[in-house]
């Protein structure tokens, strides 16, 4: 059997492997090197992918357990955890999926008390401009580099410190970045707080990663306000400098799993209609941040 290649993007996260066709079937074995493979570069993408709802929820629930997401307004219709990221709209104007999603750094889940581990997207639709060239790209950030950059003072700072995290949280920043905001209204638990470290130690490489964001972080328990939000902005900026990003640049066919722990990432949002993007999202669920 050929072993497949990994080739690594040259920024501090992110690479692509080439020689496997998930939709022919693979082995234990490879899913295993594919999950060793996203643990070294937390982002990885597999191109030249024609897989079926069914094919990428199958090979999905081989990387983890898969989760349903939550906001189900989005699921793609007979499916519990394949949601539709686009900004397509149906017959009656209405957004087909999530039409913001990521357009402020963050990582999935951070709102939840088990925040996503991985998530999944499978790229259906890809805008372009007028020259051809790809919109619509997506940015990842490793926070394990991050961490791992630090002066040492802030990291003994940091050591023990612990964070507030909500989705309401996630949607004021969205309203704030003016993205298009067109989302229900959430319900009370939707906006419940989550309490996770502010250094979060990765369940299987051990690595330490940052785990806060502008995005979902309300505060730091036990600061001042002013010096939590201060904090929050600096460790935020820090793990998002332009040195520490690999930008994805998709293609039809793209399917790019990513680590929650280990990095952040960030929607551009360069494109409109008539330009469409059309992404399936599968997630898979995690443990309690330690
Ligand atoms: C997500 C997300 C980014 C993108 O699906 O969680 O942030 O570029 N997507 O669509
Ligand atoms: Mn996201």
Redesign the pocket.
Known sequence: MTMEQIIPSGAPLGAEIRGIDLGAGVDDATVERIKAALHAHKVVVLRDQWLTPDQQIAFCSRIGTLEPHVLPQYLVPGYRDLVR?SNVLDAAGQPIG?ID??RVW?S?GAFLERPNMY?M?YALEIPADADGNPL?A?LFASTAAAYDRLPAATKARIADLKAVNSLAAVYESLRRSNAAAQRAPLTEAQKREVTHPVVRTHPHTGEKCIYVSKAATLRIIGLPEDESRQLIDELADWCVRDEMVYRHRWQVGDLLMWDNCASQ?L??GDYALPQRRL?H?TTVGGSVPF
């Open positions: 990221v999530m999603a990521g963050h999935d998530s997207l619509g997506t990432h929607a551009v992404m999202r």
